[in-house]
């Protein structure tokens, strides 16, 4: 069965850090981008990050750009989100998402059932 699972989310302090990890199952991330996705309560959902399928190239949404960091472990199946420096705005439904040979993660094969990430003193 293809899946994707999130795990790493939770409730943070403004300033804290967070990582968020996406593993796959049932199919080899490798061949895929793999974006982050959020979307918080009464919002739109909105991309957050892209780790590219062809070269490897990132990609951030301004909000986050010297904040947030994307990688992949190929041998674990794995995609990774480090949060950092988080703020309260950061507060939302974090989705991981899969594209199949994809350049820029605007449009996912996958998607993840999304895990609750809480930025609040």
């Known amino acids: 069965q293809v899946q994707l699972v999130e795990s790493g989310g939770g409730l943070v302090q403004p300033g804290g850090s967070l990582r968020l990890s996406c593993v796959a199952s049932?199919?080899?991330?490798?061949?895929?981008?793999v974006g982050w996705f959020r979307q918080a309560p009464g919002e739109e959902r909105e991309g957050v990050s892209c780790?590219?399928?062809?070269?490897?190239?990132?990609y951030y949404a301004d909000s986050v750009k010297g904040r947030f960091t994307i990688s992949r472990d190929n041998a674990k199946n794995t995609v990774y989100l480090q949060m950092n420096s988080l703020k309260p705005e950061d507060t939302g439904i974090y989705y991981c998402?899969?594209?199949?040979?994809?350049?820029?993660?605007?449009?996912?094969?996958?998607w993840g059932q999304g895990i609750q990430v809480t930025v609040s003193s």
């Open positions: 998402a899969a594209e199949f040979n994809g350049d820029y993660c605007g449009s996912s094969d996958y």
């Open positions: 049932g199919f080899t991330l490798d061949y895929y981008a």
């Open positions: 780790i590219s399928s062809s070269d490897g190239v990132t």
